[in-house]
């Protein structure tokens, strides 16, 4: 009998213990974290919401919170539709769980109930960890943006700017007291140039931008990715790296960010920041001045293009740039378009005070634009880190002259004779742009016929059949190494226009 009532305390002990497993806490306090705890509320496996309308008053835009105690749990979360531009932006969209702030999932069950105002949101099965944490869509905190720009410093591709140091820190965040009352501390700000040293005389100079708006975060990662392919060994960035540099300013407001809010800075919680690109002062906007002043010293107040990357709600034109009318044919924009068919133009007009505008009057920009990134359901953080890299592709197919082999900007003969020193050599052992420097233009370690019929259709086209034709007569006199492709040269030439592989395969 005693053992009996031991079994049954312990069981009733285990379930006491249990059933205080089961009580879900929330937690909004860390970085990019955004739930108004004081007005959230947990009763059984039903979670109900509150968000923070740190911008637009009675209005939430921006939501991140940890759950704690969920394991084996498969509780209903709940929350106003009272979405800043509306709810009907929540129709068809999708939150989204993580185990780890790293890897992200889109929540099974997603409605918006405009009757009862609410926006309602689960899954199928139930948590199988104690601990997760919920956003509204991928979360990119202001720690990733200082992890990043850490990880960069080690490049030989990257380097300060005018404005920067060693560490890559242009200036600090002013901080400030958020709206829940807490102490948002000073942070660093950072920019960067990427560049290779020994590329053409007169390269290009694109500025690159991200982070203006705090609750904006797909186009943070469209702008990591894009870095990440820039200071990549691709053979496509190694050309790209000789045609342009890139002056990278990867959180514009890192206050707002880490502060969880919708839209604003810390400083001034009810402004715009991208309003307000307006030297000297901005506006009072401390950070938005940071980047600004940076860009203009740095760049020298001259650039080609400058890409200010944002994000936008459901129910927009999906992925799409805004984009002056005079601006839509741009190389480089149609480029992107091949590349990415998911991307749509829509026209600007650059009236507003934005960071596109700021491009193109204060950097005397050629092409300035906003890219807006749409959060949609199935989308994950792979897809906007791909787009990002299309970015880098596009640039390269624009600025990149093909068999540029010393890399001077121009396609002449003094790229023929080094094709020709580089000829019917195994090329395997050098870096694939030093490769390429010797003539091995597909990439496959070898100097052979098929890099010459890239290298005469890359040449016929920047200097016309004859151009090409006239090479023969300046060849140098030929080794024993050289002479027997000289041969196989001419002889395609004889058939260029009677063999397909030699007219227009390669």
């Keep these: 009998m005693p053992t009996k009532k031991i079994v049954c305390a312990c069981l009733l002990i285990l379930l006491s213990v249990s059933s205080a497993r089961a009580v879900i806490t929330l937690d909004g ?12 509320s947990v009763a059984g496996n039903l979670v109900m919401l509150a968000g923070r309308d740190n911008y637009n008053a009675g209005d939430w835009k921006w939501l991140y919170f940890s759950a704690d105690g969920v394991n084996g749990l498969q ?39 405009s009757s009862a105002g609410t926006f309602t949101f689960s899954n199928n099965s139930a948590f199988t960890q104690n601990q997760v944490w919920v956003a509204y869509g991928l979360p990119y905190s202001a720690g990733r943006t200082a992890s990043h720009t850490s990880q960069l410093v080690s490049s030989p591709w ?84 000789k045609y342009a540099d890139f002056y990278v300013y990867p959180m514009a407001n890192p206050d707002g960010r880490f502060a969880g809010y919708n839209r604003s800075t810390v400083q001034r919680e009810s402004l715009d920041p991208n309003r307000y690109w307006v030297p000297p002062n901005y506006n009072n906007l401390d950070d938005i001045e940071v980047v600004g002043d940076a860009l203009i010293a740095d760049t020298g107040g001259d650039v080609d293009y400058l890409l200010d990357f944002h994000s936008t709600v459901n129910g927009k034109d999906g992925h799409h740039g805004l984009i002056l009318p005079a601006y839509q044919s741009d190389p480089m924009w149609l480029n992107l378009l091949q590349l990415d068919p ?43 880190l791909t787009l990002g890299r299309n970015f880098g592709l596009a640039f390269e197919r624009t600025f990149v002259v093909a068999a540029d082999l010393n890399f001077d900007g121009q396609l002449t003969s003094l790229d023929w004779n080094l094709f020709l020193a580089g000829s019917e050599t195994n090329l395997s052992i050098l870096s694939p742009i030093d490769a390429y420097a010797a003539g091995d233009l597909n990439g496959d370690g070898f100097n052979d016929i098929i890099d010459f019929g890239i290298f005469k259709n890359a040449y016929v086209l920047a200097n016309g059949l004859p151009g090409f034709q006239a090479l023969f007569t300046q060849v ?26 030699c007219s227009g395969s390669f």
């Design 158 to 241: 990257v380097s300060p700017t005018l404005s920067g140091n060693s560490s890559l820190v242009i200036g600090q965040s002013p901080g400030g007291i958020d709206d829940l009352g807490r102490t948002v501390m000073p942070q660093d700000m950072y920019g960067y140039k990427i560049s290779d040293p020994t590329g053409v005389p007169d390269k290009k100079k694109i500025a690159l931008v991200s982070g203006v708006h705090s609750n904006e975060t797909l186009g943070n990662y469209n702008l990591e990715g894009l870095v990440d392919f820039l200071v990549s060994d691709d053979i496509e960035a190694s050309l790209l790296r």
């Design 75 to 113: 509780p209903t979360f709940r929350i106003g539709d009272n979405f800043n531009t509306g709810g009907s932006s929540l129709v068809g969209h999708a939150m989204v769980y993580s185990y780890d702030q790293e890897n992200w999932s889109f929540f099974d069950n997603n409605a918006r109930s």
């Design 29 to 40: 306090d860390f970085d990019h974290g955004g739930l108004d705890e004081a007005n959230s």
């Design 342 to 384: 998911g991307v749509h133009t829509q026209g600007a007009s650059l009236i507003d005070d934005t960071g596109a505008k700021f491009g193109r009057v204060h950097l005397n920009a050629e092409f300035s634009a906003t890219f807006e990134t749409q959060f949609l359901a199935g989308e994950n953080i792979d897809r906007f």
């Design 476 to 501: 140098p006199e030929p080794n024993s190494k050289s002479t027997t492709l000289i041969a196989l040269f001419c002889l395609a030439l004889f058939r260029i226009s009677r063999h397909p592989l």
